[in-house]
T-cell receptor
Framework: QKEVEQNSGPLSVPEGAIASLNCTYSDRGSQSFFWYRQYSGKSPELIMFIYSNGDKEDGRFTAQLNKASQYVSLLIRDSQPSDSATYLCAVNIRIYNQGGKLIFGQGTELSVKP | DGGITQSPKYLFRKEGQNVTLSCEQNLNHDAMYWYRQDPGQGLRLIYYSQIVNDFQKGDIAEGYSVSREKKESFPLTVTSAQKNPTAFYLC???????????????FGNGTRLTVT
């Protein structure tokens, strides 16, 4: 099992719809979860981070964390063509005697059609 | 302006040559990271450092080396032992990186390395 898994997509949604992106992780003790957006040829930029179970909202974005089921999701409401990008999930994975490291999923490509 | 500077943006090398990628940050962050990204793939961790003069191997450290002599700097050397060095290399930093907890990563703009 990969440490952090995402569906690679592409996920295609019409403009104005809700896009739902999912991520599962293997380390039950993980405490830090992040969503990054990456446009083609650019570096990732932080969208949201979440540390506690439940929902966290920021504008059109909502991060949802369920530690018991080991998944984290990102909802994008009122999707816009400018949201078309690859979305990367990142999770802190504990390494015995080495501290923690941030591991990324392979990313989900989102396409928002006008 | 605070940020992370990676240089150069594009780098071309012949096979068999070592090459060093620069990463400098003025965010006063303790932790720094190097990731590699191949087309259509996510980021894979090469090395990370949580404190000066200390660093740990990530998932794909073979063929790479790093140093952390200063808090601000975390250069990555791609050696001739790295079998497939052509990739997009991203440097990042964060304020905290403990056993269970990370603060968000700030990324540089990346270096695109091509080895022929």
């Amino acid at each position: 099992q990969k440490e952090v898994e995402q569906n690679s997509g592409p996920l295609s949604v019409p403009e104005g719809a809700i896009a739902s992106l999912n991520c599962t992780y293997s380390d039950r003790g993980s405490q830090s979860f992040f969503w990054y957006r990456q446009y083609s040829g650019k570096s990732p930029e932080l969208i949201m981070f979440i540390y506690s179970n439940g929902d966290k909202e920021d504008g059109r974005f909502t991060a949802q964390l369920n530690k018991a089921s080991q998944y984290v999701s990102l909802l994008i409401r009122d999707s816009q063509p400018s949201d078309s990008a690859t979305y990367l999930c990142a999770v802190n994975i504990r390494i015995y005697n080495q501290g923690g490291k941030l591991i990324f999923g392979q990313g989900t490509e989102l396409s928002v059609k006008p | 302006d605070g940020g992370i500077t990676q240089s150069p943006k594009y780098l071309f090398r012949k096979e068999g040559q070592n090459v060093t990628l620069s990463c400098e940050q003025n965010l006063n962050h303790d932790a720094m990271y190097w990731y590699r990204q191949d087309p259509g793939q996510g980021l894979r961790l090469i090395y990370y450092s949580q404190i000066v003069n200390d660093f740990q191997k990530g998932d794909i450290a073979e063929g790479y080396s790093v140093s952390r002599e200063k808090k601000e700097s975390f250069p990555l050397t791609v050696t001739s032992a790295q079998k497939n060095p052509t990739a997009f290399y991203l440097c990042a930093s964060s304020t905290v990186a403990s056993v269970s907890y990370n603060s968000p990563l700030h990324f540089g703009n990346g270096t695109r390395l091509t080895v022929t």
